[in-house]
């Protein structure tokens, strides 16, 4: 079975009790069973991963690498929380690593302060998915499997 990783940034562990009028009532642990259902419903395996640790999200970047290569693996769902806006190290990590990854925010970036306005990752992403809440990481593991 092929398999998907599922990797949310900074403050997302705060999914449900953060901001609700911008990121809805979800919890993380509900976004994560949402998108392992999604999996099951797909017939791809889906792993989670949060973490508030730049260079921890660029290993896990890295660790799909090898599964691109071999087939194993589809790609990520990457919703990099602040770190969008300013991790280069984000961007050389997708670039340089060449794991297909989709952009994913819960809010319309675009339509919040200028400094969201701004993504490191878009230019590297394989698509990105804006403002459509917790269904946006439905949309991207479909993506990864409709691409594949
Ligand atoms: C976010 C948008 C970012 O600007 C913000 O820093 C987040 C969440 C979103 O899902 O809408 O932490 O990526």
Redesign the pocket.
């Known amino acids: 079975m092929k398999s998907i990783l599922v990797l949310n940034?900074?403050?997302?562990n705060l999914l449900g009790i953060r901001e609700p009028e911008?990121?809805g009532s979800h919890t993380l642990a509900d976004v994560e069973t949402l998108c392992r259902e999604t999996g099951k419903r797909l017939g791809v395996e889906v792993s989670c991963l949060q973490s508030n640790h730049e260079g921890e999200l660029v290993e896990a970047i890295h660790s799909v690498r090898q599964g691109v290569l071999d087939g194993s693996a589809l790609g990520v769902v990457f919703?990099?929380?602040?770190y969008?806006?300013t991790s280069i190290a984000l961007h050389d990590a997708i670039k340089g690593s060449e794991v297909p990854v989709i952009e994913?925010?819960?809010?319309n970036?675009h339509a919040?302060e200028s400094f969201?306005h701004h993504s490191y990752l878009s230019p590297v992403a394989a698509g990105i998915i804006?403002g459509l809440g917790a269904e946006g990481y439905v949309l991207g593991i479909e993506a990864l499997v409709r691409r594949s």
Not at 9 to 12: A, K, S, V
Not at 79 to 82: C, D, F, K, T, V
């Open positions: 940034g900074p403050n997302l911008q990121y919703n990099a929380g602040a969008t806006h994913v925010h819960i809010s970036v919040r969201r804006v």
